[in-house]
Nanobody, 114 residues
């Protein structure tokens, strides 16, 4: 059974940094595209960053130059390094497995506030 578990969220001041992690069970991590989504209060989830099984990355315009997505296939772990955080980055962050976004984690809350 595929399970995804995010961690690393929290409260941070504007301009600060956080690193999110997502551990994937089920021995299918290395062959799959992975994506970070976030959902702000009252809004639909939006794609933040994605990484292919080969390591190619893509980012939403709103986070380019501030966020870095990476993966460690030996540890079945996806990362999101978030720098220069802004209040509009606040939301629940989900890691998602597969190009069809079939499997989602439970999410981790990120709050950017002074």
């Amino acid at each position: 059974q595929v399970q995804l578990a995010e961690s690393g969220g929290g409260l941070v001041q504007p301009g600060g940094s956080l690193r999110l992690s997502c551990v994937v069970s089920g021995n299918i991590f290395s062959s799959n595209h992975m994506t970070w989504y976030r959902q702000a209060p009252g809004k639909q989830p939006e794609e933040v960053a994605g990484i292919t099984s080969g390591g190619m990355t893509n980012y939403a315009e709103s986070v380019k130059g501030r966020f870095i997505v990476s993966r460690d296939n030996n540890k079945n772990t996806l990362y999101l390094q978030m720098n220069s955080l802004k209040p509009e980055d606040t939301g629940v962050y989900y890691c998602v497995l597969g190009s069809m976004a079939v499997y989602w984690g439970q999410g981790t809350q990120v709050t950017v506030s002074s």
